[in-house]
Structure formats: C-alpha cells, structure tokens
Nanobody, 121 residues
Framework: QVQLVESGGGLVQAGDSLRLSCVDS????????MGWFRQAPGKEREFVSA????????RYVDSVKGRFTISRDNAKNTVYLQMNSLKPEDTAVYYC??????????????WGQGTQVIVSS
C-alpha cells in the first residue's frame, strides 16, 4: 500500500529556494512514476513536474522550467522537488502523487496530504 507524506514547505521570500520531499512508507515506490501537483487558493490543481520510475525521464510545466528540478531516490522511497528562484505565483499547496507514467501522474490514485508553500514578494 502506497502512503505518501510530503514535507519541506514553508514561508519564504521571492527569490529564495525550498526543497520538497515526498516519502512513500508503503514500500512499492520504485514501481511508479512520481509527480508533483499544486493548488493555489481559488484555483484548480495544476501539474508541476513528473519523473519516471527510473529517473530517466522528467516533465515540467512551462512556468517552472529552469527553476524547479525533480529527482528521486528509490533506495529511500523519496521524490524531491528542488524549487529555486521562487515567485509569489508559486504559492500553493503542493501534492505528490504516483502515476503509471510521467504523462499519467495521478491515474493510480495515490496522493499525499500536501505541504504549503508561501512565497512573499
């Protein structure tokens, strides 16, 4: 059973960095592609980034390309999202999720509880 727990969110200033982590305590993490979504107040949940099960393939939404980097450590059952040059528009609750591929994050219906990121201007 996949159980995802995110951490690493917080309140930062524009231009700062944060690294989000998502740990799967269920132990079958390495079989899935992993990804991050975010949801800002009053907005729909938005895809941010994804990584294949072996880390060889990644995807990013255009608005974070060049600023965010996704990575994973299968030995630690953990996926990371390094977020640099943060902007106020990055403010959202960030969720990790599993997927059958980097193009289908969320289709396996495993989601974490979310971690809040607030970027002040």
């Amino acid at each position: 059973q996949v159980q995802l727990v995110e951490s690493g969110g917080g309140l930062v200033q524009a231009g700062d960095s944060l690294r989000l982590s998502c740990v799967d305590s269920g132990g079958i993490f390495s079989y899935y592609a992993m990804g991050w979504f975010r949801q800002a107040p009053g907005k729909e949940r938005e895809f941010v980034s994804a990584i294949s099960w072996n880390g060889h393939s990644t995807r990013y939404v255009d608005s974070v390309k060049g600023r965010f980097t996704i990575s994973r450590d299968n030995a630690k059952n953990t996926v990371y999202l390094q977020m640099n040059s943060l902007k106020p528009e990055d403010t959202a609750v960030y969720y990790c999720a599993t997927g059958s591929s980097v193009w289908k994050i969320g289709d396996t219906d495993h989601w974490g509880q979310g971690t809040q990121v607030i970027v002040s201007s």
